[in-house]
């Protein structure tokens, strides 16, 4: 059997064709035409997919049908109720994905299709309660339960991003509510972090407070910088303070972190930990910790998971 | 078909004997003998299983099963690891009762089982994602996803009360760790703000520090006390905050609020939602808040509903 993955993205819409057991077939990109409120996305993914099939001689009888992220809030029925950039508004994405494809079609949010990539052929491989975090532009996370991603009433579970971390920050978050875990631990979150420190900090460093950005932190950080390293203390400690709450509520095998940020590798670990094991309820404090393996096509491989049997 | 619904406690073990329906046919206590590690609490459930039948002449292939609440970490293959006041360590429970009574059995976390008999007869009714709050001398909790039980890895899911409010609180939790939200939100926790805020108010207050409860703030409330008021802002504004936070990650559909503190009634809600809403992702904005309708009964509700087909 096959089936397809599908990650959605502002710009290009990624596609993979598998095999049941995650073996890639074949894997492209079509862009994503936002224009007319996004009418044109759906057909063009259900074009790709026919082409694909004939290409491959793959009979429709033989896929398992077609899995979707979508970078929005999704119900666990396949429907969105608004989009930030892709154009749609209401929309019941899985049934106008199956009636456009006659295939079976399943749809989850972009993070939380992410995180269950990372299970089945990432960084989380082996584990069925994982936290997937995505430190970049801001943070994003999915959690997966036995298996399953965690949906949610309004299909904004695994949230993490925006977990009250300082309710008396005055900045805002992009959500628009104030003192959320991205504001201290997206690379945006880290620059603040950075200005705000360079601002007070008397010592040297290589660090430009006009320039900074998140990798310049982290590299400062492997050649010991202090101030970078001080940066790197705040961010970590928001991080595994905010891991440890997560851990209260859903008490997961391992954390999967991804994302820009996550390039700096392993050394991350190093900040989180301590103040995660600081924080951790006494039955939370074995969980692992590791680097994402997919990335961008993490989304892809989740999309296709969530369609097999 | 019956069941039976079991929740064990430090002294003693509640018991009831349930149809299908929820229909509560029977419903008794035993003491719970804690001697020895323990070893009689299991074997006095298994008879006390046994006599009911009798009593009622029910055949054992009339039972769906025995779902049993325990105070203590489960992990979903009925596993204990520790308990601090059944005697018991390391346990095979779950087979150790199904080899005594012959009858499937389930085993969940105590808090966790009370939400699951809110969510099926009590104050959760009709959802399916649903999160129960315990205000008692601690804060309990249970995550209820897609109407099942979040057990978690080491079956420690839905540890609300330690999620981390205050990292450079002073004070220390039950729990050995600092600033979790069971310091903040539970009745011993209301009295710890109560005697902070009365050691610095120089209005006039019917409250007194040194004898303080937490029902006597609410009393207060009730009657427009301004220090009880201003102890019930602080007491709401931790848990909206400490909600919105449990919202981001699994976003529920109903928050139900059970233990001793919510005897304040529907009150508890004014000074808990504006907090909440202030700093809650707004995809989570709509969650409702109901009153726990059980009492002490949850327990045995959610340990019936665990073995049901």
């Known amino acids: 059997m096959y089936c397809f993955g599908v990650d959605i993205g502002g710009t290009t819409v990624k596609m993979g064709l598998f095999k049941e057991d995650g073996t890639v077939l074949d894997k492209w990109e079509i862009p994503t035409r936002t224009e007319d409120g996004g009418s044109a996305i759906l057909p063009d993914i259900a074009k790709a997919i026919e082409e694909k099939l004939n290409a491959h001689q793959i009979d429709k009888k033989e896929v398992c049908g077609v899995g979707v992220g979508v970078p929005a809030p999704v119900t666990d029925d396949g429907v969105v109720k608004q989009t930030t950039n892709l154009g749609w508004g209401y929309k019941q994405v899985r049934q106008e994905l199956e009636e456009l494809t006659g295939l079976l079609a399943k749809i989850g949010n972009d ?17 069925k309660n994982m936290v997937m975090v995505t430190l970049g532009t801001g943070v994003g996370g999915g959690v997966i339960i036995n298996g399953k991603i965690l949906t949610g009433t309004n299909g904004a579970g695994g949230e993490i991003g925006h977990i009250v971390m300082e309710p008396d920050e005055t900045e805002r978050c992009g959500c628009g509510k104030t003192g959320c875990l991205e504001q201290y631990a997206s690379a945006t979150g880290i620059v603040r972090l950075a200005k705000r420190q360079l601002a007070k900090f008397e010592g040297e460093t290589i660090l430009d407070a006009e320039t900074v950005t998140a990798k310049d932190v982290f590299d400062a950080v492997k050649q010991g910088d202090t101030a970078a390293i001080l940066i790197a203390e705040e961010f970590g400690t928001y991080l595994g303070h905010g891991l440890a709450t997560v851990s209260a509520l859903v008490d997961p095998a391992i954390y999967v972190i991804g994302g820009g940020v996550s390039k700096a590798g392993e050394i991350l670990f190093d900040y989180i930990k301590g103040p995660y094991m600081d924080k951790a309820f006494f039955a939370n404090k074995e969980v692992k910790f590791a680097l994402a393996e997919l990335g961008n096509d993490a989304g892809i491989y989740g999309a296709a998971k969530m369609v097999l049997p």
């Open 111 to 127: 993070a939380n299709v992410a995180a269950l990539g990372e299970m089945w052929k990432g960084g989380g491989q082996g584990n």
